[in-house]
């Protein structure tokens, strides 16, 4: 089992750019699919991004698409999230997790205990 961190959030106004990192701690993370989720205030969690192991797969939310890229470093232990042109509505508490798989529905492993996450603010 791996422990993960996460780190990289912030002020920024809209249209700017900001990059998520999710470290781990732990073996054999190149083995783990891993997602970033978000929660903004008064709404559910809802997934992002993921990638899977050796970069098999990845995901976008489809308001994520195309301003976002997912990477992984696995020398590292490390999963990172760069978002570009962020707007108000991307701003939320973002988590990252193992996840059993990269697909459209993926969700954390049933044993996942979440973090106090990174804050991510977009507004002018």
């Known amino acids: 089992q791996v422990q993960l961190v996460e780190s990289g959030g912030g002020l920024v106004q809209p249209g700017g750019s900001l990059r998520l990192s999710c470290a781990a701690s732990?073996?054999?993370?190149?083995?783990?699919?891993i997602g970033w989720f978000r929660q903004a205030p008064g709404k559910k969690r809802e997934g992002v991004s993921c990638i899977g192991i050796t970069r098999g797969s990845v995901y976008y939310l489809d308001s994520m698409k195309r301003r976002s890229i997912i990477s992984r470093d696995d020398s590292k232990n490390t999963v990172g999230l760069r978002m570009n042109n962020l707007k108000p509505e991307d701003t939320a508490v973002y988590y990252c997790?193992?996840?059993?798989?990269?697909?459209?529905?993926?969700?954390?492993?049933?044993?996942?205990?979440w973090g106090s996450g990174t804050q991510v603010t977009v507004s002018s």
């Open positions: 997790a193992t996840v059993d798989y990269c697909d459209p529905t993926f969700v954390p492993v049933s044993t996942h205990t």
């Open positions: 732990g073996s054999s993370f190149a083995s783990y699919s």
